[in-house]
């Protein structure tokens, strides 16, 4: 031990208790969970404003992805050109968000399960409701922080005028907490934005006259309506999501047209494991799946 410096003496205990919500918020702040201001985890966020730094606004030209991944992994997400990629392409799939944030062009995987093209292959821009998360920009609405070098300055949240957690939900797995919230209508969550800004203690009862449900960008049938209230009360439910079918005649033969699928059900799989029963006689009266 150096002369001058002292030992002090700590609980273990309070000092693990501190570590650990240091720790756990740094992971929820750093990477792990959304901000409810904006609805967008900082990979999110860095994307977004580097395209807008850009100028790829939704009436100007596509650009190469990888350029956009170059800028936001250069100055402000030097974590890697695969997260920062994929954080892109999921913003563009509108089978994964209720509202895209990203114009993408090219092959952005599909709701089978197929991946993307390779970033040299395809190209983005801003979609037209992202711009309103950014417009505000250079007003000074927001706080800025420096990026990881300090070279440059990138905003802490976006000044968004859409309730982005809301109608795009979120998930995300953190330290010692976790949440997965499904996406809603937008004009719903405008709606109740307004009546909770004229009644502040209007009751969740209330809301949920006007936002009855989530609104899911495959569709489907949410099956029993017990998880919703739970979830909107409590912040914990269970909802069960059907597929939408129809059927239609064909000659001497009927048809079940499956038009909408439940969210975040790939496509192919339900497929095949539908075949999978069929074989296994565990449905019958069905000859082909397709």
Not at 8 to 35: C, F, G, H, W
Not at 56 to 85: C, F, M, Q, T
Request: glycine share 8%.
């Amino acid at each position: 031990m150096a002369e001058g410096e002292k030992i002090i003496r700590i609980n273990i205990e309070e000092q693990m208790k501190t570590a650990y919500i240091d720790y756990s918020m740094s992971v929820i702040v750093s990477r792990a969970l959304p901000d409810v201001r904006d609805g967008l985890k900082p990979v999110h966020r860095r994307v977004l404003f580097g395209m807008s730094e850009l100028g790829l606004l939704s009436n100007r030209s596509y650009k190469k992805s990888a350029r956009i991944v170059g800028e936001v992994l250069g100055k402000y997400h030097p974590h890697g050109d695969s997260s920062v990629y994929y954080t892109m392409v999921r913003m563009a799939q509108h089978w994964s968000l209720r509202y895209p944030l990203v114009d993408g062009q090219g092959n952005y995987g599909s709701v089978d399960g197929d991946s993307p093209a390779a970033m040299r292959y395809t190209e983005a821009r801003l979609a037209k409701i992202a711009e309103i998360t950014l417009s505000d920009l250079d007003k000074n609405t927001v706080d800025y922080q420096p990026n990881f070098d300090e070279s440059l300055n990138e905003p802490t949240v976006l000044p968004t005028r859409i309730p982005n957690l809301l109608i795009n939900g979120a998930s995300g797995i953190a330290v010692g907490m976790a949440t997965n919230m499904p996406p809603h209508n937008l004009t719903d969550t405008i709606e109740a934005t307004m009546a909770y800004i004229d009644n502040n203690e209007i009751t969740i009862d209330e809301l949920i006259d006007i936002i009855k449900a989530p609104d899911f960008p495959t569709g489907g049938i949410i099956y029993g309506y017990q998880g919703v209230i739970d979830s909107y009360h409590t912040g914990r439910g269970r909802i069960v999501v059907r597929g939408k079918a129809h059927i239609e005649n064909e000659g001497n033969r009927e048809k079940i047209i499956v038009t909408e699928i439940p969210y975040m059900v790939n496509r192919a799989e339900m497929i095949q494991k539908t075949a999978d029963l069929v074989n296994d006689k565990k449905i019958e009266g069905i000859s082909n799946v397709n």
